[in-house]
C-alpha cells in the first residue's frame, strides 16, 4: 500500500529524520526474467537495515527511508518482483515468496553484507518472518509493523466479510463487484477479472481491490487514502490476489508460527495498531507468544498503516534504541 509518512525530525521521540537521497540506486538482474530496482541511503559504512514493504506488490517509498539515522544506519530498499521500479510490471511469472526469499540474498550478497536488521510492515513482515526463518544466521534482529502471517484465517478476515462488518459501505462496493453467487470466495472472483486478459476490466477490478485496502489504513477516515489508480493498483491488485489465492506458497496454514523456533535466539520487535482493521492485533500477539525473544508494542490509537503517527514513532524510537545499544523491551 502506498504510504504517506508525517513529517518530523530527530530529537523528538519518534520524529522522522529528515529526507535523504540514496548514494546508490542500481537495477539488478534477477533469475525468471526480473529486474530488481534496489537503492542505498544514509552511512554507507553503517549498520545494515533492509526494509521489505507491504502489498504483496506496494513498492517502497522516499518516505521509508526516513526511520533510520542516516549518521549510523546504512539502509536497503528495494521493489519486489513486478511493483514499483522493477520490471516488468504487475507480472506473477516466476514470483513467489521464495523467489523473494532469493532476491534478499542475492542482494545482501551484492552488498557485501554477513548480516543485517530486517524491517518490514504488513506483507513485509511476513516476508521478513520467512526469510528469518530461512536464513536465520543472516537477521541480526526483524523490527514488524502491523504483522500479517498468510493465514487462512487472515484472508478470511479481509476478504470473507469481518473487516466488512465494520466498514459496510465499502464492503457493499468492494463485494458488489460480482454476481452474488461469488461473493463466498472474493479472491477467486477477483483473480478472475484481474486475469481475464480484457485490459479494461482488469483495470476496473484492480482499483476496487487496491481501493478496498486504502480505506482501511488509516485510523482516521480524514487522514485516508484516495482509491489508486493506474499502474500502482494493477501491479498491486494482481500480486496481492495471485499470492493470497496460492496461500503465500507457504507449506500450509500457519506456516509461518509452526517455524518460529528457528528465529528463537533472534531478537523481535512488534508494532500493532490496536485498531488495526488489515491485519488485526491477535495475529501480533500470537506471534509474540510463540517468540520468547520479542517485545510487543500495541499502538492504543492507531491502524495500520506505516504513516500512523504512533506508529511511525514508536518504529523510530526502535531504531534509535538499537542505534544506542539500548534494545529494551
Known amino acids: 500500500m502506498k504510504e504517506n509518512l508525517n513529517p518530523g525530525g530527530p530529537g523528538q521521540r519518534g520524529g522522522l529524520y529528515a529526507p535523504i537521497e540514496p548514494f546508490r540506486q542500481q537495477v539488478m538482474d534477477m533469475p525468471g526474467g526480473h529486474r530488481i530496482y534496489v537503492e542505498q541511503c544514509g552511512n554507507p559504512d553503517g549498520v545494515p537495515v533492509v526494509v521489505l514493504h507491504g502489498g504483496p506488490g506496494g513498492g517502497c517509498s522516499p518516505g521509508m527511508r526516513r526511520f533510520f539515522d542516516p549518521a ?36 545482501r550478497e551484492a552488498c557485501g553484507i554477513d548480516r543485517w536488521i530486517v524491517f518490514g510492515g504488513s506483507w513485509g513482515a511476513c516476508l521478513a518472518l520467512v526469510y528469518a526463518q530461512t536464513h536465520p544466521e543472516r537477521a541480526a534482529a526483524l523490527v514488524l509493523r502491523g504483522v ?10 479481509f476478504y470473507g466479510g469481518g473487516a466488512g462488518a465494520f466498514w459496510p459501505e465499502q464492503w457493499a462496493t468492494f463485494s458488489g463487484m460480482v454476481p452474488r453467487e461469488e461473493r463466498s470466495d472474493l479472491i477467486a472472483a477477483y483473480h478472475r477479472r484481474l486475469f481475464s486478459g480484457d485490459t479494461a476490466e482488469q483495470a476496473r477490478f484492480a482499483r476496487a481491490w487496491a481501493g478496498w485496502e486504502s480505506a ?64 488485526p492485533p491477535h495475529t501480533a500477539h500470537a506471534l509474540h507468544r510463540a517468540w520468547p525473544g520479542s517485545s510487543l508494542r500495541m499502538i492504543p490509537t492507531a491502524g495500520h498503516a506505516l504513516s500512523e503517527p504512533g506508529i511511525s514513532a514508536e518504529l523510530v524510537a526502535i531504531m534509535d534504541q538499537l542505534r544506542a545499544g539500548r534494545p529494551g523491551r
Request: glycine share 12%; hydrophobic share 40%.
Open 72 to 107: 549510523h544506519y546504512r539502509v536497503i530498499l528495494f521493489d519486489q518482483r513486478g511493483c514499483g521500479r522493477s520490471q516488468p510490471s504487475a507480472s506473477v511469472e516466476n514470483n513467489t515468496t521464495w523467489d523473494l526469499v532469493a532476491d534478499i540474498e542475492r542482494i
Open 148 to 157: 500479517f502471517t498468510m493465514t487462512q484465517g487472515e484472508l478470511d478476515w
Open 216 to 279: 482501511l489504513a488509516v485510523l482516521d477516515p480524514g487522514e485516508g487514502r484516495g482509491s489508486p489508480s493506474g499502474a500502482y493498483a494493477l501491479a498491486f491488485a494482481r500480486l496481492e490476489n495471485h499470492y493470497f489465492i496460492n496461500g503465500g506458497f507457504l507449506d500450509g496454514d500457519g506456516h509461518i508460527l509452526r517455524h518460529m523456533g528457528r528465529i528463537a535466539a533472534v531478537p523481535g520487535y512488534i508494532v500493532q495498531g490496536r485498531y488495526d482493521m488489515i491485519c
